[in-house]
């Protein structure tokens, strides 16, 4: 196949792809694609990986119409996982815990980013522009000791404050030395700031919320606890914040720009970032340098942790390997690359330069 016929093979597949996937939801795609039948998509031993992903992941159901329909939500996903391998050839997509849910519940249960105003909190800075010469060629927070081990946010919509955490525990070890890992329960409970002008944007714990308020809570409330002293539930609760018992507190924070060498240099600087992106291909998600065809970058749903970025990743022989951002997710370890997403960079891919904030933990 010579390299003008695979390119409108790839167009062909992403066109129809996205037609029969309900995770593609963007208008701009929407409207130049017809709804059409992919049950033509041939699948073999169906019971046979059904079984194998019941064993692994400990599933059982408490009625045979359950299991019989999860079954069929399974197939659909075997079908979702193919397409996005076309149409995300750099990465590898498969069976994952995930297999199970229909997309909608998978947004419901595991995104949670609020589609709110992007207007910045009253304390919210505006990062300035830092010099990017000079940058390493690849980083890794990790590599240092500022990343505590992947948690899990369970059936919760709380992604933003795992974000939220993620970022001022890094900037803690920064300012202190020592690692804590803080407690994203005290968000879910205690944290509902919101603008006043847009009920929308509100912090709703399992609900969804903004990392920026987020961290305009913690300044106001003085700080976050330990994980330890107010241990995460995954649901919702009354709030018990203890002032006296503050593990880290927030001196400022800062909206990053949407330029990706600004991002890196505010990485390197700053210590991990809080970043939103668009999670359609996530659910899928094995391994390796995701870099889909299409993929919206207005539609943020989910807040991770940006700490670090790669030269060149891994790819298939016919494709260039490509530079990436190493995102920390909060859907356990038992998830993607050891509960880690990689995700090509220098094409703003998600939208992952949209949304992106550092902040400065007080030095205690």
């Known amino acids: 196949m010579n390299h003008l016929t ?7 597949a992403a066109v129809t792809a996205i037609a029969g996937d ?7 795609i929407r409207q130049v694609v017809q709804e059409q039948e992919t049950d033509s998509i041939p699948l073999s031993n169906v019971d046979h990986h059904f079984n194998l992903f019941k064993t692994k992941f400990k599933r059982t159901y408490a ?8 079954m069929k939500v399974f197939k659909a996903n075997l079908r979702r996982a193919e397409r996005h391998q076309l149409l995300d050839p750099t990465a590898k997509h498969g069976v994952t815990k995930f297999s199970d849910l229909t997309p909608a519940e998978f947004k419901q249960n595991y995104l949670g980013l609020k589609k709110g105003s992007l207007k910045l909190p009253a304390d919210a800075n505006t990062a300035p522009v830092l010099p990017t010469n000079g940058l390493p060629e690849d980083f890794d927070w990790r590599d240092k000791g500022a990343v505590t081990p992947v948690k899990n946010q369970g059936s919760c ?40 002008a847009e009920y929308n944007s509100c912090d709703s714990g399992c609900n969804g919320g903004l990392m920026n308020n987020a961290f305009e809570y913690i300044l106001k409330a003085g700080g976050l606890q330990k994980e330890e002293d107010y241990p995460y539930t995954g649901k ?10 503050i593990a880290a507190s927030v001196s400022n924070f800062s909206v990053v720009s949407t330029d990706e060498d600004q991002i890196a240099a505010n990485l390197v600087k700053y210590g991990p970032l809080a970043i939103g992106i668009n999670a359609a291909w996530m659910q899928t998600y094995i391994g390796q340098v995701s870099c889909p065809y299409i993929c919206s970058k207005q539609n943020m ?13 891994y790819a298939p022989l016919r494709f260039k390997d490509k530079p990436y951002w190493i995102i920390k997710n909060s859907w356990g370890a038992d998830w993607g690359e050891d509960g880690y997403y990689k995700l090509c960079s220098g094409y703003n891919a998600c939208g992952m330069d949209t949304m992106v904030s550092a902040v400065v933990a007080t030095n205690a």
């Open 63 to 70: 009625t045979q119409e359950e299991h019989d329909y999860r």
């Open 157 to 196: 919509g709380s992604c933003w404050s795992f974000s939220t955490t993620g970022a001022l525990e890094g900037s803690h070890f920064l300012q202190t030395g020592e690692l804590v890992s803080l407690s994203e329960q005290q968000l879910v409970d205690c944290d509902h700031e919101c603008d006043p």
């Open 236 to 245: 919702d609760g009354t709030c018990h914040f203890d002032k006296s018992k």
């Open 22 to 28: 309900d995770s593609y939801s963007d208008p701009l």
């Open 6 to 12: 695979f390119t409108v093979f790839l167009l062909f």
């Open 301 to 313: 749903d989910h807040g991770v942790l940006l700490v670090g970025y790669g030269s060149a990743g």
